[in-house]
């Protein structure tokens, strides 16, 4: 299918760039599923050298992959022709503190951030019957989640980092939780890097896309990405 987008993004500074706010538009196609508006604008205050506080919120727009439209009846998963696109309002503050030396420590940092997503009409894989999987559009959903990270060098050569992410997501209507959208970001790796090493390469590709959709910038999205095109690979033999 054809696809295309442009971006239009400004960078505004003020009090010696402390201050910085990003507006930006984002006009984006997709063949059949129309094209978007998608606004967003960002803010980054940094009152100290060593805090930085940022802020975003944005208009966010996701077509249903070509697993998710049109995945082969295998008996037990399918695709949905039928779904329709995923849209959300996504909201997010956070802060940062950083030190470039705390004794035998350097490059040591402790980072904090709130999350808060409005979607439209989510798409999650659900059991719709006894032995089959298949994805669906649930309706309105909320999402709210925190995330924590931290980390410093030793000896130069040593890295110590930790992180960790909180979801609640839940659908509007009904206050369950939202399918497939698992409270820790540690479990959704840990459930989809499970099913590679038990040879369920569809499980395993399906839980690292989530991963990477949700976190696109989780500390283990670049594992994600590597062991998603092996899952894939694996497939197509």
Same mark, same amino acid.
């Given at each position: 299918?054809n696809a295309?987008?442009?971006?239009?993004?400004?960078?505004?500074? !003020?009090?010696e760039?402390r201050?910085?706010?990003?507006p930006?538009?984002?006009?984006?196609?997709?063949?059949?599923f129309?094209a978007?508006?998608?606004?967003?604008?960002g803010? $980054?205050?940094?009152? =100290?050298?060593? *805090?930085?506080?940022?802020?975003?919120?944005?208009?966010?727009?996701?077509?249903?992959?070509?697993?998710? #439209?049109?995945?082969?009846?295998?008996?037990?998963v399918?695709?949905n022709?039928?779904?329709?696109?995923?849209? !959300?309002?996504?909201?997010? *503050?956070g802060?940062? $503190?950083? !030190?470039a030396?705390?004794?035998?420590v350097?490059?040591a940092f402790?980072e904090?951030a709130? +999350?808060h997503?409005? *979607?439209?009409?989510?798409? *999650?894989?659900? #059991?719709? /019957?006894? /032995?089959?999987?298949?994805?669906?559009?649930t309706?309105?959903?909320? $999402?709210?989640?925190v995330?924590?990270?931290?980390?410093?060098?030793? +000896?130069?050569?040593?890295?110590?980092?930790?992180s960790?992410?909180?979801?609640d997501?839940?659908?509007?209507?009904?206050d369950? +939780? =939202?399918?497939?959208?698992a409270?820790d970001?540690? /479990?959704?790796?840990?459930?989809? +890097?499970?099913?590679?090493?038990a040879?369920?390469?569809?499980?395993? !590709?399906?839980?690292?896309?989530?991963? #990477?959709?949700?976190?696109?910038?989780?500390p283990r999205?670049?594992?994600?990405?590597?062991?998603?095109?092996?899952?894939?690979?694996?497939?197509q033999?």
């Amino acid at each position: 299918r054809n696809a295309g987008a442009f971006v239009l993004q400004d960078d505004i500074g !003020a009090f010696e760039q402390r201050v910085r706010v990003i507006p930006a538009l984002r006009w984006d196609r997709t063949e059949g599923f129309g094209a978007r508006w998608l606004p967003r604008i960002g803010a $980054i205050v940094t009152p =100290l050298p060593w *805090v930085r506080m940022k802020g975003n919120l944005e208009r966010s727009f996701r077509v249903p992959n070509f697993d998710e #439209l049109y995945f082969p009846d295998r008996g037990f998963v399918r695709g949905n022709p039928a779904l329709q696109p995923e849209e !959300a309002t996504n909201a997010d *503050v956070g802060a940062k $503190i950083a !030190a470039a030396r705390l004794g035998p420590v350097t490059d040591a940092f402790l980072e904090a951030a709130y +999350f808060h997503n409005d *979607v439209d009409d989510s798409i *999650v894989f659900l #059991l719709v /019957s006894p /032995s089959l999987v298949e994805p669906r559009n649930t309706g309105a959903a909320t $999402i709210d989640g925190v995330e924590l990270s931290g980390g410093f060098r030793v +000896f130069d050569w040593v890295d110590v980092s930790a992180s960790y992410t909180h979801l609640d997501a839940r659908i509007d209507a009904t206050d369950a +939780f =939202l399918p497939g959208r698992a409270a820790d970001e540690t /479990s959704v790796y840990g459930d989809a +890097f499970a099913a590679l090493k038990a040879g369920r390469y569809a499980d395993a !590709a399906r839980g690292f896309e989530l991963y #990477l959709a949700k976190y696109p910038d989780g500390p283990r999205a670049d594992n994600a990405t590597y062991w998603l095109g092996e899952a894939q690979f694996v497939q197509q033999q």
